[in-house]
């Protein structure tokens, strides 16, 4: 008698690694490709609730409370990188604090520099 097969870990973080590669594939393609690691730290933290598009709660939130043109991040010019470290720090309302077990201090520097859209100081 066989056993039957068991599902292996291998299976599904092969289809995930297929999806990163897909949607990193149609990104470059709409030319917003970039490398800095303060995009990175956007996409893998951030980008969940604050993307542009309907579904995303934090950008829905910002726009009903400032108005559309404060509701996407990536958009604004008004934000500074201080003003982003307090926020990612302290949390805002419904968002929550991240502690720097989550988002390193290096990464929040990036961070805020990619979202003020300055070059990140250097130490």
Known sequence: MMCPRRPTKSGWLSKIAVGWAVAGSVA???????????????????????????GHPGTQRLGWRR?????????????SADYVRLVVRRGLEE???FRPSEISDA???EL???LAKTPPAVR
């Open 28 to 54: 470059y393609a709409g030319g917003i490709a970039d490398d800095s690691s303060g995009k990175r730290t956007f996409e893998t933290h951030c980008a969940e609730c604050h993307a542009a598009g309907f």
């Open 95 to 97: 968002m929550p604090p």
């Open 112 to 114: 805020g520099a990619y």
């Open 107 to 109: 990464e929040l520097a």
């Open 67 to 79: 108005g559309e043109r404060y509701a996407v991040l990536t958009q604004r010019t008004d934000l």
